[in-house]
């Protein structure tokens, strides 16, 4: 059985991610979404608040499940048993991100885990959750940016 993880703060979860999300499972047998703890940045929702809005929207995935964890991606992964770190990529300005890190994670990982990174979809490349926070801030329209139970709670919280 492979086990796979994808990682990222997700505030809020964008429909890029889900583009990447739907892929790696059906790639993979488990896949983990680990919503990372990241002090550094000023989040929309809090961590139990993202838990709950990705739980609710990734419940029909049989193969899916939600996690969160804070320190180092590499301690996380090898604690767990991960097979695969699963990175999406829009641009080359996200490959050269990336790569470092998968470079510096190869050297912390077990020997036999595999950075994998997929592409997604062209029509997702422009949306990250920093343009989609700023947008909705403005009082933009985020309509198709985000899964609708997403976009439900960030109208609720609005409020």
């Known amino acids: 059985m492979t086990k796979a993880l994808?990682?990222?703060s997700f505030d809020?979860?964008?429909n890029g991610h889900m583009n990447i999300i739907e892929r790696?499972?059906?790639l993979y047998d488990e896949l983990t979404?680990?919503?990372i703890e990241n002090p550094h940045k000023l989040a929309l929702f809090t961590l139990e608040e993202r838990e709950e809005m990705m739980r609710e929207t990734l419940k029909d995935f049989d193969n899916v499940k939600v996690d969160h964890f804070s320190g180092l991606l590499a301690n996380y992964v090898n604690e767990n048993k991960f097979d695969v770190v699963v990175r999406g990529l829009r641009a080359t300005m996200d490959f050269e991100y990336e790569i470092q890190m998968a470079q510096m994670n190869a050297?912390?990982?077990d020997s036999s885990v595999e950075t994998v990174f997929l592409m997604t979809d062209p029509k997702y490349s422009f949306?990250?959750?920093s343009v989609v926070k700023e947008v909705h801030q403005l009082g933009g329209c985020i309509d198709g940016l985000v899964p609708d139970s997403i976009l439900d709670y960030i109208k609720r919280s609005a409020k």
Do not use: E
């Open 6 to 8: 994808y990682t990222g």
């Open 127 to 129: 949306i990250s959750s």
């Open 24 to 26: 790696a499972a059906r």
């Open 33 to 35: 979404v680990g919503i």
């Open 107 to 109: 050297r912390l990982f």
């Open 12 to 14: 809020p979860l964008t």
